[in-house]
């Protein structure tokens, strides 16, 4: 005699925070790189790919092009292993001086229900995994640098720029299937589009745009 066994779907739910401009207060890119090279060296890089990021805003080039090209001037010939102690010190600043406190107070009331949190951006994963650790978060999906076989960086993308489509797909593949999911989702730009557009609660936030501590209605 056999006993049927139903599988039971968990029901999860998950808060996705965009992190530049949503959770912090403005780009941490730029500042990592300055962290690592020095402000003139990053100021000539920017220079230098300036063609590259005029494109970039006309529609004409890629982002990711626009960041390869940057990175190259900037990363490429670091080891890793050099960068991740800047990555973590950058990390910490980050968090203790650079995010925005209401939107800090919304993840923790996310984290206080028991929710996942996911940091879902656009910025590098090499200081952004560290952001997402030193906040407790479940995961952090981020952009990740080329690494050669002897562990330089290469100054290209490892995988997809994490922005607009990709912030979508790859939230969907970390989600899985099969369990039932109610997502919040916070972003600020039209990178985050489609991040928002997946979300059961969606909030999009401008400028100077405050956020309560928690939503006012939570069914």
């Known amino acids: 005699m056999t006993a049927a066994v139903d599988s039971v779907a968990r029901t999860r739910t998950v808060a996705a925070f965009d992190v530049d401009g949503t959770l912090s207060r403005r780009d941490t890119m730029v500042p990592f ?4 090279c020095g402000r003139a060296p990053v100021a000539r890089a920017l220079l230098t790919a300036g063609p590259v990021l005029l494109r970039t805003a006309a529609g004409i080039e890629s982002r990711d092009r626009a960041k390869e090209a940057l990175f190259i001037r900037t990363l490429r010939g670091w080891w890793l292993d050099e960068l991740r102690p800047i990555a973590e010190e950058h990390a910490r600043d980050v968090v203790e001086r650079g995010l925005r406190p209401d939107r800090l107070q919304r993840l923790r009331w996310h984290q206080a229900q028991g929710h996942e949190v996911v940091l879902v951006s656009a ?7 560290p952001v997402g650790r ?53 972003g600020d730009s039209e990178g985050d589009t489609e991040l928002l557009a997946m979300a059961d609660h969606a909030t999009l936030l401008r400028g100077g745009d405050r956020l309560a ?7």
């Open 33 to 36: 790189l300055v962290r690592v």
């Open 123 to 129: 910025a590098l994963d090499v200081y952004m995994s």
């Open 134 to 186: 030193l906040l407790g978060c479940t995961a952090t999906i981020a952009t990740r640098l080329e690494v050669d076989r002897r562990g330089r960086v290469t100054g290209r993308l490892f995988g997809d720029n994490v922005r607009g489509p990709a912030k979508q797909r790859l939230l969907r593949e970390w989600l899985g299937a099969g369990d039932e999911v109610t997502l919040w989702a916070y």
């Open 213 to 219: 501590a928690e939503p006012a209605a939570t069914s």
